[in-house]
């Protein structure tokens, strides 16, 4: 079936940019999504790209898709303390299903 | 952005009780759906629905049950709660139509402990 990996961890330093990595499986994903969740709430959609992109931008946040490694790279700029959170990986297949399938999450912790 | 509530947000009960989790999303997305997280971890699908009097159970297996009487209500109840329950319960919802197709939003989600 289909998969979607995720490191774990990432720390990095206030003002410096991060990139969050995600492999998945399904080479006939439609849309892949990164999702925000904060400590005890639920998961906020940051942004979404269609797979016949290479990269969306949206204010700090930067969206890299390459197909053909199956790799979705998630780049915030000039990153705050605000954006300590686990950040999940998603795509959905074609075929009807509507049930995406998520990575693991990548835990970002911001220090000063 | 999306109206998707949950209540209650937190909950301790004793073991054996029967609880139910409220989801409700005022955007008239067809489908809907349950999932389990522990802390810091993988988000598992309990179950779904596409659209009124459709449930199915998701991935991971669970003691729950669900019921889809109304578009926009989705609740989920555990008839005897156990301390394996304990967990994070999130409830999702998407639309088949517009330009953000099958695009899930989460509500805040419930956190429960059973003792």
């Known amino acids: 079936g289909e998969d979607v990996e995720q490191s774990l961890f990432l720390s990095v330093r206030e003002g410096d940019s991060s990139v969050i990595n995600c492999t998945y499986t399904?080479?006939?994903?439609?849309?892949l999504y990164w999702y925000k969740q904060e400590p005890g709430a639920g998961l906020q959609l940051l942004t979404y790209i269609f797979s016949n992109m290479d990269m969306k931008q949206d204010q700090r946040l930067t969206v890299l898709l390459n197909k053909k490694d199956k790799h979705l790279s998630l780049r915030i700029a000039d990153t705050q303390t605000g954006d300590s959170a686990i950040y999940f990986c998603a795509e959905m297949g074609p075929g009807g299903s509507y049930i995406p399938t998520f990575g693991r999450g990548t835990s970002l912790i911001v220090h000063p | 952005e999306a109206d998707i509530y949950q209540t209650p947000r937190y909950l301790v009960i004793g073991t054996g009780k029967k609880i139910t989790l409220e989801c409700s999303q005022t955007m008239g997305h067809d489908k809907m759906y349950w999932y389990q997280q522990d802390p810091g971890m993988e988000l598992h699908l309990i179950h779904y629905s596409y659209g009124v009097n459709s449930t199915e159970k998701g991935d991971l297996s669970s003691e729950s049950t669900v019921s889809r009487i109304r578009t926009e209500h989705f609740p989920l109840t555990l008839e005897s709660a156990r301390p394996s329950h304990t967990s994070q319960y999130l409830c999702?919802?998407?639309?088949?139509?517009?330009?953000?197709?099958?695009?899930?939003?989460f509500g805040p989600g419930t956190r429960l402990t059973v003792l």
């Open positions: 399904d080479s006939s994903s439609t849309y």
């Open positions: 999702a919802s998407s639309d088949s139509t517009g330009p953000r197709t099958d695009t899930q939003y």
